[in-house]
């Protein structure tokens, strides 16, 4: 239900049970301020009020008056056609909680509504009130909707601004003020208002962005449509953050930038209007899959391939697309220089030239062709380009010459360059280029002076600074563990336990056996001349390990082949000096891009598996046929809060390790790339399983399964809670982040907004609203503090999904179960309504549903509105795992096992057990007396312990 709908049906309920009236006399000086509200009218007659005398709030009361205890309560006079002001002490009514005036001719200054911490709703839209007092929102502290629509205030000074006054007003859910000559930039206290949920500011002369306090807002409808003058500007990309928006109108601006890659997240997005500004850039897959009623990108810069819009109704004309059919590609080497033109912000001088499906049939400003057709040249000398260079520069493989130098590019240069065999020059004097340079293999020497952060470096002088105008020296790139100046990433993951990409190998005595003679083979060739592969990425040993090994993973950037080696100490710098070749220390698990293109076939369409929020996740397959996840985050369009996520995936998952918890492999940090490679979980989201999965194709979930599902998931999350070094607070569990693999087993994944817990059961960290509505504890939603147990309320939702088949918020369903919490809570102990409400696709018999009683208890106690009402994850495990876990005695009445008499001596019971069995215990001295526990073999691994947190 949209706030405006709950708004008027409380309005409606509340008009047809007015307060109770009493038989006192109403209040003189609300008498008094009525009447002169009816003598000032220029058409008094259409209040059938009496001239003098009179009680408004008598038995019958006037008309258009509601009372309360002998005072003014509420004035219901809309749509009158009533013409004239105002009483200027109309704030004297004290007690008014309800004003609606809405659809008349009032005219004249608004009168202060200073002082009526009552007021609640107020409706003063579509008259001619002509200014506004600057004390106007005073004191209303019970105000929860205002309409100012239509009026066209403070026209003679210029118009006004909201004042800061206003945030008094904490509870204001409704504030409409179209056309109502607002000035100026939009306060940042908006982002304070934690109550706003519909917020209607078009047409108007505001101007500037959209503030960046609305981060994360709770808006459910935000109209900026059609400003006048300057109008608004700047990106878009905070509304990307607003998850519960319903309806987004910014037409009419000048807002520039991209669509948010992550404009997917929301969910509940039904109207979606970008009409007439300037936004450039690609069209995100994500707004092609959003099932909108109405999206209009008419008259803008957009470029690349139209998508295949699932939206009931699209329009997307005048724009710069390659093509004029939905769902056709470009030409690959459009895609290149668009994905060039994303990392330098969308320049508007090349924005505005490099259209079409040609860059050598038009006129592409700075782009240069060979005879066949073929982008041979960028020549952007002195354009005033900033950004970054983009790895998709690499696709244009017949490019001979990039002159970029006395622009403002920064970052470094993608190490995927050094695929360009053609190229013959690459001018990057005087930028802001950063180190280290890679290596070119045909020996080209890139032109670097003038940028500082390479001034000094080994990079800057082998490759340019000793002779600027040519470039000369010979790069030597500088190890990855030594070089002078580490990426913020690098140093961020220092020292971090990270998982290494490992085929599973069936027996932990196997894997040692077959690892000792490998290791042993590598180290014999590479003492004498054996070349490494050319990636080698050494991992600490896990904490829960007894020798001091380390784990070593060698990746071959030709091949994507991924072996698995044990050995001691620390890795040392590859001495080949060939390729990319890098080792990371011990704390790192940096991989190559050209090694995960490799095991994707180069990010094939073929090998997506879904689209998260800030990316596509792809389907990798290593030579030895094990699978891997590789989530990769949009080149040059990667928010802050993207970067934000990827830090605490990696920051996370190397301090937790658990067979409940998505294992972080690894991870990609190149140019403009950011990429997390996760083991693979075939069976995908248990969401898909639990709402999709007839359109799948597959069977629905047993009720066996569902109850394994969720002990493992509350075993994840006690992990996480109490069981790890450190206590961690998920923030965005919920059914499509918990993944199945093959055995439908489950694991708990998407770590990106996780939060470190403080200390003490009772304590909690206040921070800006995440996750998901319908999963979010109402606490956290309200306050923005939290605790383990807002995650605790999110897994209580998941087990009423299991139980019900129903996702945790949907606006299809009936208005009373839209939010599955809030229902589930008023039938769970209803045995005739349980019943009705658990999955149809489950057969419940009796003993079935006893378990299901119990998880449906269970799930109450998850979801109990106070925090500390709801128990922790460790109780969950208890309650869950009697249900799954149930053990029985092996029913034998004899004290004998396979002809062993147990009575007898241990010696003798084992020669017995030798016999019955024809084994060789010859390496066991039977006959010492004082052993009482068999000798191991020689050899035999020393211990073998469970990494995964069991």
Not at 93 to 112: A, D, E, H, K, V
Request: hydrophobic residues 35%; proline residues 6%; negative net charge.
């Amino acid at each position: 239900m949209t706030p405006s709908t709950l708004l008027t049906t409380l309005l409606f309920l509340f008009l047809l049970s007015p307060p109770s009236l009493t038989n006192a006399v109403t209040d003189p000086n609300d008498l008094k301020i009525l009447q002169q509200f009816r003598k000032g009218l220029d058409n008094p007659e259409l209040l059938p009020w009496p001239d003098q005398g009179g009680d408004p709030c008598g038995n019958p009361p006037w008309k258009y008056i509601f009372c309360l205890n002998s005072r003014v309560n509420q004035i219901q006079a809309k749509g009158l056609n009533l013409t004239g002001p105002l009483p200027q002490n109309f704030n004297q009514l004290s007690m008014l909680s309800n004003l609606g005036l809405q659809n008349n001719r009032l005219n004249g200054p608004l009168p202060s509504f200073k002082g009526l911490s009552k007021l609640q709703f107020a409706f003063l839209d579509n008259n001619d009130f002509d200014s506004i007092p600057s004390d106007f929102f005073d004191g209303l502290e019970s105000l929860e909707a205002l309409a100012l629509d239509h009026n066209n205030l403070n026209a003679t000074t210029g118009g006004w601004r909201l004042p800061s006054s206003l945030q008094g007003s904490t509870q204001l859910t409704n504030f409409s003020c179209m056309s109502c000559n607002l000035v100026g930039p939009l306060p940042e206290f908006l982002g304070e208002m934690n109550s706003l949920s519909l917020l209607k500011l078009s047409n108007n002369n505001l101007t500037g962005e959209i503030p960046r306090s609305l981060n994360r807002s709770a808006l459910q409808v935000l109209w900026l449509n059609n400003q006048q003058g300057e109008r608004l500007s700047g990106t878009i990309d905070v509304v990307s953050t607003m998850v519960p928006l319903s309806s987004l109108w910014l037409h009419g601006n000048v807002f520039t930038g991209s669509i948010p890659e992550n404009i997917g997240d929301l969910v509940s997005l039904k109207d979606f209007d970008l009409n007439g500004n300037r936004i450039v850039g690609l069209v995100p897959d994500a707004l092609g899959n959003m099932q909108l009623d109405n999206l209009d990108l008419n008259n803008n810069m957009l470029m690349g391939p139209i998508p295949n819009f699932k939206a009931s109704k699209f329009s997307y004309d005048n724009n710069d697309f390659c093509q004029s059919k939905p769902g056709v590609p470009c030409a690959f080497e459009v895609m290149a220089l668009l994905g060039f033109l994303s990392g330098l912000n969308y320049p508007s001088n090349l924005v505005d030239s490099w259209k079409d499906n040609d860059p050598c049939g038009g006129n592409w400003l700075g782009i240069k062709c060979d005879v066949n057709g073929k982008v041979s040249m960028i020549n952007l000398p002195k354009f005033k380009l900033n950004g970054t260079l983009s790895p998709s520069v690499a696709n244009l493989g017949s490019l001979v010459e990039i002159r970029l130098g006395g622009n403002n590019i920064s970052g470094g240069v993608p190490s995927n360059w050094t695929s360009l065999t053609s190229l013959k020059l690459l001018d990057l004097s005087d930028n802001n280029i950063s180190p280290p340079l890679p290596e070119f293999r045909n020996g080209l020497k890139p032109v670097v002076v003038g940028n500082h952060l390479l001034d000094g470096s080994p990079e800057a002088s082998s490759s340019g600074n000793n002779s600027p105008s040519t470039g000369s020296g010979n790069a030597e790139p500088a190890p990855a563990h030594s070089s002078s100046s580490d990426s913020y990433e690098t140093k961020k993951s220092k020292g971090k336990s990270l998982a290494p990409i490992v085929a599973p190998i069936a027996g932990v005595t196997a894997a040692a056996f077959l690892l000792i003679p490998l290791y042993a083979y590598c180290f014999r060739r590479r003492k004498g001349g054996f070349q490494a592969p050319a990636s080698l990425v050494i991992h600490p040993r896990d904490p829960s390990d007894s020798d001091n090994n380390v784990k070593i993973v060698v990746a071959n950037n030709t091949t994507g082949s991924i072996s698995t080696l044990t050995g001691s100490g620390s890795g040392s710098r590859n001495s080949s000096g060939i390729g990319e070749s890098h080792v990371i220390e011990a704390g790192n698990l940096k991989i190559s891009v050209q090694v995960l293109r490799n095991v994707t076939k180069n990010f094939a369409p073929e090998n997506e598996l879904g689209h998260g929020g800030f990316g596509v996740v792809y389907k990798g397959e290593l030579a030895d046929g094990t699978n891997i996840a590789v989530k990769r985050m949009e080149a040059g369009v990667i928010s802050s809060k993207a970067l934000d996520e990827f830090q605490a995936e990696i920051a996370v998952l190397s301090k937790v390790r658990h067979r409940h918890l998505v294992s972080l492999l690894g991870y990609s940090i190149e140019g403009n790339e950011r990429i997390l490679v996760y083991e693979y979980m075939p069976q995908g989201a248990l969401s898909k399983h639990l709402f999709h999965w007839k359109s799948f194709g597959m069977e629905p979930l047993s009720w066996k399964r569902r109850l394994n599902i969720a002990l493992d998931v509350a075993r994840g999350m006690e992990y996480l809670h109490t069981l790890a070094h450190q206590s961690f607070i998920h923030r965005d569990l919920k059914s499509s982040n918990i993944l199945l693999a093959d055995d439908f087993r489950a694991k708990v994944s998407d770590f990106g907004l996780v939060k470190l817990a403080p200390e003490g059961e009772e304590k909690s960290v206040v921070t800006r609203l995440a996750g998901t509505f319908g999963y979010l504890a109402p606490e956290y939603a309200v306050t923005g503090k939290i605790t383990t147990k807002a995650d605790v309320f999110s897994f209580g939702v998941v087990l009423m999904e299991l139980l019900t088949g129903l996702m945790a918020l949907d606006d299809d369903r009936p208005e009373e179960s839209q939010y599955l919490a809030a229902w589930f809570w008023h039938i769970k102990s209803d045995k005739k309504k349980l019943m009705a409400a658990i999955d149809p696709v489950l057969d419940v018999k009796e003993e079935t549903f006893e378990s299901i009683s119990m998880i449906a208890e269970l799930a109450g106690h998850c979801t109990a509105r106070e925090p500390s009402q709801r128990p922790d994850m460790g109780h969950a495990v208890n309650v869950l795992a009697p249900l799954v876990e149930k053990w029985k005695p092996f029913d034998d009445d004899t004290e004998e096992y396979s002809g062993i008499d147990y009575s007898l001596p241990l010696n003798q019971m084992v020669k017995g057990w030798q016999e019955a069995e024809g084994k060789d215990l010859s390496y066991m001295d039977l006959e010492d007396s004082k052993s009482s526990i068999p000798a191991r073999p020689t050899g035999f691994a020393d211990s073998f312990t469970s990494i995964d947190g069991r």
